[in-house]
C-alpha cells in the first residue's frame, strides 16, 4: 500500500482545527494513535510493502506520528486556556472564610485558674492514676469497710486477678484524696500539693450531680501546721478567684480523714451576702470542704507519730465553674454544645 504522507498531514491539520472539546480530541488521537489508527496501521503495512518502500513508510509514519503527537498537545493547550478564559473570574478582595479555632474546655481554665493560684503559693500540682487500689482510695484514708461514710464514697469496682486480697482491689478512685497517700509514701514533709482530676461516684445525674466529675485537693504537711494556716490559705485563695471583697467563714463538719474538719462559706458574689436565688437568700454559700491531716492517715503512710501535722482541703471543679460563671446545670459541661463552650 501506497501512503500519501502530505494527504494525511493536511487532512490531520483540518480535522484539528474543527476540535471543540477534550472529547472531540481523544476521539481524533485514537482515530490516529489508537492500537487500530492510522499509524498503527502503517506499521503493519511494512511486513508486506516491498524492500524498496519500506524505509520510506516507516520515515513517513514516525515523522507523522511526532507531528499528530505535537497537535494533539498544542490543541490540548488551547482548549484549557479557552476555558479559563471564559470561567468566573476570582474576586481576590473577597474575605476569606477563616477557620474555626478551638479553646480550652472551661473545665480546664478553672483548673488552670485554681491550680495556679495555689502555685503562687508555693504549692505543687500533682496527678495520679483513676484506677485506685482500695487502700489508697479507703483504708489509708481513714475509711475503713465498715464506716458509714463509705456509703457516699463507694465507687465503680473492676476486676482484678486476685480478688480474694481486699487490699488490691482495683476501682475508679471517688476522690482525688489517694494521690495524697501516694505522694506522702514517696516523699517525707515539708508537702505542699494541689492534685486536680476526674473521679467518679454511683450518683444520679441531675442539675447538680454526675457519676463523674472534677475535684481538686489541697494537701500541706510540715511541723507546727496549725488551722490559722488553713483559715488563712483558703481565705487568700477565694478572695484570688472571685473577689477581694469575699468573706470566708468555716462551719464544723466531719470529714473522715481530717480532725478537726470544717465546710468552707464564701459570702455571695453576686449580692454580697444579702440574699439572692444564688445564694438561696441566705448571703453564703458552700464551696469546699477541709481540715486538718488525722493523725491514723499519718500512721497509714508511716510518718512518725506527733512529728508532723498538715491541712487539707478539696472542692469540686464545676462547682466553682457554676458559681463565677452562673452555670446552672452540670450537664452542660458534658453535652459538647458548641453554643455553650464558645461563650468562654
Known amino acids: 500500500m501506497t501512503w500519501n504522507f502530505d494527504e494525511i498531514r493536511r487532512q490531520v491539520e483540518r480535522q484539528i482545527e474543527e476540535i471543540r472539546d477534550i472529547k472531540m480530541l481523544e476521539a481524533f488521537r ?9 499509524i498503527q496501521e502503517m506499521f503493519v503495512s511494512l511486513a508486506t510493502a516491498p524492500a524498496e518502500e519500506k524505509p520510506f513508510i516507516g520515515r513517513g509514519a514516525n515523522d507523522l506520528k511526532q507531528y ?14 479557552g476555558r479559563e478564559e471564559t470561567a468566573e473570574p476570582i474576586d481576590i478582595t473577597l474575605p476569606g472564610v477563616a477557620s474555626s479555632l478551638g479553646t480550652r474546655h472551661l473545665i480546664t481554665q478553672v483548673i488552670q485558674e485554681v491550680c495556679g493560684i495555689f502555685e503562687q503559693m508555693g504549692f505543687a500540682a500533682h496527678e495520679g492514676p483513676e484506677i485506685e487500689t482500695e487502700f489508697n482510695n479507703f483504708t489509708a484514708l481513714n475509711i475503713p469497710v465498715d464506716h458509714p461514710s463509705r456509703d457516699a464514697f463507694d465507687t465503680f469496682y473492676l476486676d482484678t486477678p486476685d480478688p480474694g486480697n481486699k487490699s488490691r482491689n482495683l476501682l475508679l478512685r471517688s476522690h482525688t484524696s489517694p494521690v495524697q497517700i501516694r ?14 482530676g476526674k473521679v467518679y461516684r454511683p450518683d444520679a445525674v441531675d442539675a447538680s450531680h454526675s457519676f463523674m466529675f472534677h475535684q481538686i485537693e489541697g494537701l500541706l504537711v510540715d511541723r507546727d501546721i496549725k488551722f490559722s494556716h488553713l483559715k488563712g490559705l483558703l481565705s487568700v485563695f477565694c478572695k484570688r478567684l472571685f473577689s477581694e471583697d469575699i468573706r470566708t467563714r468555716f462551719r464544723p463538719h466531719f470529714f473522715p480523714f481530717t480532725e478537726p474538719s470544717a465546710e468552707v462559706d464564701i459570702s455571695c458574689h453576686k449580692c454580697k451576702g444579702n440574699g439572692c436565688s444564688v ?21 497509714a503512710v508511716k510518718y512518725p507519730k506527733g512529728r508532723y501535722t498538715g491541712l487539707a482541703f478539696g472542692m469540686g471543679v464545676e462547682r466553682m465553674a457554676m458559681l463565677k460563671y452562673g452555670i446552672h446545670d452540670i450537664r452542660t459541661f458534658f453535652e459538647n454544645d458548641v453554643r455553650f463552650l464558645k461563650q468562654f
Open 30 to 38: 485514537v482515530q490516529y494513535l489508537g492500537r487500530k489508527g492510522l
Open 68 to 81: 499528530i503527537i505535537a497537535r494533539i498537545e498544542d490543541r490540548r493547550r488551547a482548549l484549557q486556556l
Open 183 to 196: 505522694i506522702m509514701q514517696a516523699f517525707q514533709p515539708p508537702i505542699a500539693v494541689v492534685v486536680p
Open 279 to 299: 445564694c438561696g437568700r441566705k448571703g453564703w454559700i458552700e464551696i469546699m470542704g477541709c481540715g486538718m491531716v488525722h493523725p491514723n492517715v499519718f500512721a
